[in-house]
């Protein structure tokens, strides 16, 4: 079983990975929108979708340090992180269209929801590890 420890560390270490997907994130929202003139609720989930590659290496690496096989882990990572830009999406839309939010704001709050319901389900299911048959809790 994992103690607090290691799951407030497992938490920080999520922060840093987040932070840098999160920078991915803004600077296409930001470029796309203002640059290229992009509706800002399509560009907001293009740089979500940039940002997919970068947060799960370091995720998977860094963050909990998985042994997990990538076939089954990116699998699970992709349809955790798909709910996880539908919910953006929503959020994100509802902030800024009916709130009226300014949307790198909106954007920065609606980040915070979702990275901490995805720290949750891929803390419990697409990295955790899975017992093996030796017991050593290793397999995906």
Known sequence: MTDRNDTAAQFVR??????SAL???LLVLWGLHHGFGVDKVLASAIGFLCAIPVNYWLQHRFVFRSRSDHRIAATRYVATTMAGLALNTVLFAAATLVL?????LAQVAVTVLVFIANFLVNRAFTFAARPTPDGNGAGA
């Not at 009226?100 to 790198?104: C, F, R, V």
Request: proline content about 7%; overall charge neutral; charged content about 0%.
């Open 14 to 19: 999520y922060g840093i990975a987040g932070g």
């Open 23 to 25: 920078g991915v994130h």
């Open 100 to 104: 009226a939010i300014p949307y790198l």
